[in-house]
């Protein structure tokens, strides 16, 4: 893992680059901006300005023998993802990666009720964005097959972490449901993430899935509620469903009508994880404090 290349490369890729840099690795990391390379520059990670819906930018993509670490979203719309067979098509068959992780969603596998999900419930997508991740899944796993690249795909749950909380939502006044209709939901550390792309990368073969949760499980009100406590801030209002569906947008809605509850097992044992944040009240206290000290400056980044 002495090369690394970040596709997307936001909080979650820095988190990583951090420690592949600690490890002594070069790394690139592919952003669309200007202010984002920058960033990435001061940070000591090589920066390439790149478009994942532009081929002609992909030219110069320092692949060859590198971990790919793919965080890049599908772009909104439809039900495949184009921008991960653009990067496929970039890669020439003399520049091919040691080996490829994507960062995918838990939402593949969609409404599993109360049952506890794991790497062997089949997927079931029923909203367009998780249709998206489960294209981007095959065409990533297809291309590996064909060029015997190792790709491994990591279903990650709700990330939250350091510009990751909800406080614009709870700023605002939105309601949350009441706590007798919330569904199951399942958390993950940024920083937990981080060291488990970076475990997926050394320890895991071609075609391996691992959901990449706490294991703590909880509902979304819970979250809110335990955030807004955490930020000293007034806790949201709690609402019916029935008045949820006549004040809440369709985007909040769809992940109100999910339930899941995900199992870590797999990626505890075969990734040897220690998770640092293994409760949400552990990494909400290291949050509040890295807000209150300063030390966490990375830019908030939305993960789909």
Known sequence: MNRVLIVGCGDIGMRVAQQALAEGAAVTGVVRSEAKRDWLKAQGVTPLLANLDDPSTLTALPTAGAVVYYLAAPPGGGFSDPRAR??????????????LVYVSTSGVYGDCGDALVTEQTPVN???????RRVDAEQTLLAWGEDN?????????TGIYGPGRLPVARLLAG????????????????A???AQVCFAAAAKAGHGEVFNVSDGEGGTMSQYFFAVADALEMPRPAAITMAE????????MLSYLNESRRMSNAKMLSQLGI???????AAGLLAVVAGMRDGSELLPPVRHD
């Open 148 to 156: 015997k690249v190792p790709v491994v795909i990591l279903r990650v």
């Open 125 to 131: 997508p029923q909203t367009s964005r998780a249709r």
């Open 174 to 189: 939105h309601p949350v449901l009441r706590e007798e209709e919330s569904p199951c939901t399942n958390r993950i550390q």
């Open 274 to 280: 220690t998770l640092r944040y293994p409760t949400l």
């Open 191 to 193: 920083d937990d993430l």
């Open 244 to 251: 949820a569906q006549q004040v809440m947008n369709p985007l």
């Open 86 to 99: 653009i990067f496929c098509a970039a890669v020439a068959a003399g520049q091919l990666p040691a080996k």
